[in-house]
């Protein structure tokens, strides 16, 4: 379905994401998801037509450099807005996903790096 503000991750921030999603929700912050469930061969037509028409695009992802964001740049011509990244080797929790997500929408952060306290 169509939303302002559509999250992009893949494996096992999944659950997270779904879960901020509807914190989100709550506070009045309609989003999507999209999962990348595979890279090789890379599913471009697909994904092309998932962000081609979204509003906000969001990375969440599970390492450093936002590769899956990356990847999607190569394949597709299509740039996050916006990244929101963990890499101490934890998953992330619903409120790290809620509260990336806000800091963006709210106070116009580009990177959010998320860093178990």
Known sequence: KSAPVTLVGWGSSKGAILDGMEDLKTDGI??????VR?????????VQEALGQARRKIAIENNYSA????????????AM?????KFDGRPFSQNEIYEGVKDI?????????????
């Open 81 to 85: 807005d916006n990244t929101i990244v």
């Open 105 to 117: 929408i709210k106070n116009g952060v580009k990177e959010v790096t998320v860093s178990h306290a």
């Open 67 to 78: 590769q899956m964001a990356g990847l999607i740049r190569e394949k597709t011509g299509i």
């Open 38 to 46: 595979y890279v090789n061969p890379f599913p471009t037509d697909f």
């Open 30 to 35: 309609e989003t999507n998801f999209l999962q």
